[in-house]
């Protein structure tokens, strides 16, 4: 290996960051061609986790490093939603069975890669694509010394409901509701007159009053439409008519 390729090996070395990964296009941007990595591959500096993506040899790679390397190199936005956000901001009711679950939140007409969704990692990943926000909320949160995007609690307890009942039971979810003391009345009201479905609107209004939550008084009801038309969320439920929705009776009943 000459002194030049040796210097950039070092260069490469120095910013690595233990978990992380590198892609071929960022390298490539960044004066490493695909002959140099191979190179460095062959001398068992680095490894290829899929094609056009590499770690260092010996390496355990974190998904928090593989997301944060993504979108730093790949120029993405992915972030982590719904009940993964909200275990990071230690709301974490939702304990699932087996190989915990981490759900991530992709922009409209974007895909996580399929590398990220096999068993490369201690997590069983999932993602999900939603045009229903017209104002949003998020955050960056350093996880395990990554930078991630993150939705704030008042989002991703949105993006739950949203996904209920396919992806989170209504109790389930209530148990959670019961613990959000801390959130923001007017981060809410933005997210709630700006969302587009009347599910989750009616829903978070109906599971926040039930809660008791001092927050909830703060919220400017009349300016969150909740349309017309009544909405039957499970059969042989109970009507709340102030919501139109007819609910499990098992949360009706729930005190």
């Not at 009942?165 to 009345?185: A, H, K, S």
Request: aromatic share 14%; net charge positive; with cysteine.
């Amino acid at each position: 290996m000459n002194i030049e390729n040796r210097n950039k090996l070092n260069h490469l070395l120095k910013n690595w960051n233990p978990g992380s990964l590198f892609f071929s296009s960022w390298l490539n941007r960044n004066g490493y061609s695909n002959q140099l990595m191979q190179q460095y591959r062959k001398s068992g500096w680095f490894s290829a986790l899929t094609k056009g993506v590499m770690y260092r040899t010996g390496d355990k790679i974190s998904i928090w490093g593989a997301i944060s390397s993504y979108n730093m190199q790949e120029e993405k936005n992915v972030y982590i939603a719904a009940h993964s956000a909200l275990e990071i901001f230690g709301f974490n009711h939702y304990i699932p069975m087996g190989k915990p679950s981490l759900l991530i939140g992709c922009p409209t007409n974007e895909k996580i890669p399929i590398w990220m969704k096999e068993d490369h990692f201690r997590y069983h990943v999932e993602s999900f694509t939603t045009k229903v926000f017209k104002k949003t909320a998020f955050t960056t949160k350093k996880v395990n010394g990554f930078d991630l995007l993150v939705s704030e609690p008042e989002q991703a307890f949105l993006e739950c409901l949203l996904l209920s009942p396919n992806r989170y039971n209504y109790m389930d979810l209530f148990y959670i509701m019961e613990q959000l003391n801390t959130m923001r009345p007017d981060v809410l009201q933005v997210l709630l007159e700006n969302i587009d479905n009347n599910k989750v609107k009616r829903l978070f209004l109906y599971m926040a009053q039930k809660a008791g939550h001092a927050w909830f008084d703060k919220l400017e009801a009349s300016k969150i439409n909740i349309g017309t038309g009544k909405r039957m969320l499970v059969e042989n439920g109970v009507y709340i008519p102030e919501y139109l929705i007819t609910i499990p009776k098992e949360l009706y009943e729930y005190e």
